[in-house]
């Protein structure tokens, strides 16, 4: 199992998200449990191009500090929603002998959705902890019918194992 940590950002990591600190303690519960269990965490970075907040060089597109990789853990930098459209992420992902990926990260509606659906596409089974991806409201739908479209209904027995923060952090430990 590899633990991918997508898009968590200065530029939208904040507390205009669904249900913001729940968010990031959840995720937090979960990188800090895959690296107490050897599972490698990775980290994606998405960048919009040099005319966007969100590009290399901008504090936006940092990692957002509560959040922060530790030395020596993988950083990778994306410019499409799926984090597969690093060709350098996708190609270290396949020479590996892991088959599960557990994502955590921003937005659901955007690059989580994107993100855990390439994976399915690529044969991995994907794993979704509640209350680690989160999003804001858009004109159609508020954050938090948007999060449970997504994490209750989309993705799981379709494209992934959304299961309780426990629950994901118990796989880690078997």
Not at 31 to 41: G, P, S, Y
Request: charged share 20%; proline share 2%.
């Amino acid at each position: 199992m590899k633990l991918l940590v997508i898009d968590i950002q200065k530029g939208i990591a904040n507390d205009g998200l669904f249900n913001y600190n729940n968010f990031i303690n959840d995720t937090n519960k979960v990188i800090n449990a895959a690296r107490e269990n050897n599972i490698e965490v990775i980290y994606v970075q998405h960048d919009d191009g040099p005319k966007s907040n969100c590009s290399i060089g901008n504090e936006e597109f940092d990692i957002a500090t509560q959040v922060a990789p530790k030395a020596g853990e993988k950083i990778y930098v994306k410019n499409i929603n799926s984090c597969f459209g690093n060709q350098d992420l996708t190609e270290y992902l396949s020479n590996s002998d892991e088959d599960t990926l557990m994502i955590v990260g921003l937005l659901t509606n955007f690059c989580i959705d994107a993100s855990v659906k390439s994976a399915y596409e690529r044969g991995y089974q994907v794993i979704i902890p509640q209350g680690t991806n989160s999003t804001f409201e858009n004109e159609y739908m508020t954050a938090e019918a948007t999060y449970k479209y997504y994490n209750e209904m989309m993705w799981p027995n379709r494209f992934a194992n959304c299961l309780s923060v426990d629950e994901a952090i118990q796989l880690m430990q078997e």
